[in-house]
Nanobody
Framework: VQLQASGGGLVQAGDSLRLSCAASGRTFSSYVMGWFRQAPGKEREFVGAIVGSGINTRYRDSVKARFAISRDNAGNTVYLQMNSLKPEDTAVYYC???????????????????WGQGTQVTVSS
C-alpha cells in the first residue's frame, strides 16, 4: 500500500484546511486509516483515525471538537478536515494505514503498517 498525503499549507489561526490521503491497492476499505502529526522537536502524536467502514472514529482530545476524519472507499481516499486551526496544530501531518480491521481505531503508531510521506501544516497567530 502506498499513501500520498496532500493539502497542507500556511494558514492563519481560525482558518480551515482539508488534508487528503490517497491510497493505492484494492483493499482500501478494509484498512483502518489514521492521521498523526509531528511538530519540530516533539514526538509523533496521534490525531485521529477511522475504521474501514467509516462508522467509528477516534480523536485526540485537543482536536476532537475541531477536526473530522472521513473516507471515500470508492476513491481510496481519507480526509482530515481541520477547522478553527491553532498555532499549536503546526506540524507535519502523516497518514497511515493499519491492515487488520478493528472495531475501534488504534491510536498507537506502532499498530500502523504503512505510512505516507507527510504534508506540512503551518498555522500563524
Amino acid at each position: 500500500v502506498q499513501l500520498q498525503a496532500s493539502g497542507g499549507g500556511l494558514v492563519q489561526a481560525g482558518d480551515s484546511l482539508r488534508l487528503s490521503c490517497a491510497a493505492s491497492g484494492r483493499t482500501f476499505s478494509s484498512y483502518v486509516m489514521g492521521w498523526f502529526r509531528q511538530a519540530p522537536g516533539k514526538e509523533r502524536e496521534f490525531v485521529g483515525a477511522i475504521v474501514g467502514s467509516g462508522i467509528n472514529t477516534r480523536y485526540r482530545d485537543s482536536v476532537k471538537a475541531r477536526f473530522a476524519i472521513s473516507r471515500d472507499n470508492a476513491g481510496n481516499t481519507v480526509y482530515l478536515q481541520m477547522n478553527s486551526l491553532k498555532p499549536e496544530d503546526t506540524a507535519v501531518y502523516y497518514c497511515a494505514a493499519k491492515a487488520r480491521s478493528t472495531l475501534r481505531p488504534s491510536s498507537q503508531a506502532v499498530d500502523y503498517d504503512y505510512w505516507g510521506q507527510g504534508t506540512q501544516v503551518t498555522v500563524s497567530s
